[in-house]
């Protein structure tokens, strides 16, 4: 079956249409910061000036502040109320490949690893519809990390820019039976075919920064006590946890309560390794100094991640590479870590 396509202009039309069923959420700069925001039903500028979001999709399913339940302390104890449920299902729209990819790792951590009720009762309920990154960052990297600007192997549909239209690629069940349901698209031709192999070469050959993993895992096993090379490696670090907070793939959270005199209510709020205070425990801290959480954040993905799950935690985004105050650069990191024998690379 050929795909469908559909027009620059339809697409305020293809939206609306969606969110006749799902809440469907677009990049915007409302706040003043790049982040998926609801739709309001019109503005489809983002086509015109969107590259990526500063704040990745994971906020949609983990959010940097969220209720967990309210609480009530009673004569026999606690009495419990979940936060309302949300019915409709999210539809993120422009998700790029990079964060898509993300998502499919935070699976591992919120589906596999553990169940984590908060987040999948949005994440069950969602599509991904992708938009091709045609205009990458000079700190993406993402064709050394398994993915491309144009891989659609994790969103539901991937919609391909070519020239004033879009190809949609139908690429999971939930994909394919939205897009029966969707009036008004057209049947893409094959030179409509042709256009976006071409623009899937174009942007990969944008990505032009390239990281070399062969090894990693072995290499910072081999080198995890090597205190000097973590020292020089967290040196200029600041300790802000930008890197951290607004990594895709990163996951940490505190959970606090709010009580005024018997009832409160307790939330969950996106946290960082990358902060002193984030290992304190009432006797010690093992990550007091520096070097320790830096070692921490990058073992994390490139080497913890891949002992569990076989897969580097890392999908090239570049955000913190391109958001850190002090241009600390994780690519430089992963290349600098010694070889087996002791001569860095
Ligand atoms: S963004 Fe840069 S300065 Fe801030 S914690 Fe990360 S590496 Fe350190
Ligand atoms: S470590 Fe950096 S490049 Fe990799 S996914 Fe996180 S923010 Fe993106």
Redesign the pocket.
């Known amino acids: 079956m050929a795909n469908k396509k559909v027009s620059r202009q339809d697409i305020a039309g293809l939206l609306e249409q969606w969110s006749q069923q799902f809440s469907v959420f677009v990049p915007s700069k409302e706040s003043g910061v790049a982040a998926m925001t609801e739709w309001d039903g019109q503005d489809t500028s983002f086509l015109d000036w969107y590259r990526n979001t500063v704040v ?1 999709s994971k906020a949609s399913f983990l959010p940097p502040m969220e209720e967990m339940f309210h609480f009530q302390k009673g004569e026999e104890g606690y009495n419990i109320e979940p936060p309302p449920k949300t019915e409709r299902g999210q539809l993120l729209f422009g998700i790029r490949p ?1 964060d898509a990819r ?1 998502m499919a790792i935070l699976d591992m951590t919120f589906e596999q690893a553990l169940e984590d009720p908060y987040y999948l009762a949005k994440r069950n309920n969602a599509v991904l519809v992708g938009l091709g990154c045609t205009n990458p960052y000079e ?3 993402c064709t050394s ?1 398994g993915t491309s600007p144009t891989e659609s192997a994790d969103v539901d549909l991937m919609l391909i820019d070519i020239c004033g239209e879009f190809l949609i690629e139908e690429v999971t069940d939930k994909g394919k039976e939205l897009i029966a349901k969707t009036n008004g698209l057209k049947e893409a031709a094959k030179d409509d075919e042709a256009k976006a192999k071409q623009s899937k070469k174009t942007a990969y050959d944008r990505v032009t920064r390239k990281l070399d993993t062969e090894g990693i895992k072995d290499r910072l096993l081999a080198s995890f006590d090597d205190e000097g090379f973590w020292e020089k490696t967290a040196a200029k670090c600041i300790s802000c946890g930008i ?2 907070l ?5 996951f940490c959270f505190d959970i606090n309560d709010e009580m005024v005199k018997k009832e409160g209510t307790r939330f969950r709020s996106w946290d960082s390794c990358g902060f002193p205070l984030y290992s304190k425990m009432p006797m010690e801290n093992p990550r007091q100094e520096k070097w320790r959480r830096v070692r921490q ?1 990058v073992c994390h ?1 490139y080497e913890f991640y891949p002992m569990t799950f076989d897969v580097i ?9 391109r ?1 850190c105050p002090v241009n600390w650069d ?2 430089r990191v992963i290349e600098s870590v010694p070889t087996k024998t002791g001569v860095k690379k």
Do not use: D, E, V
Not at 246 to 250: E, F, I, M
Not at 313 to 319: E, V
């Open positions: 990745p990079c993300a700190s993406c990297f990390m890197c951290t607004l990594c895709p793939t990163c954040k993905k935690a890392c999908t090239g985004c570049g955000r913190c590479i958001l994780i690519t």
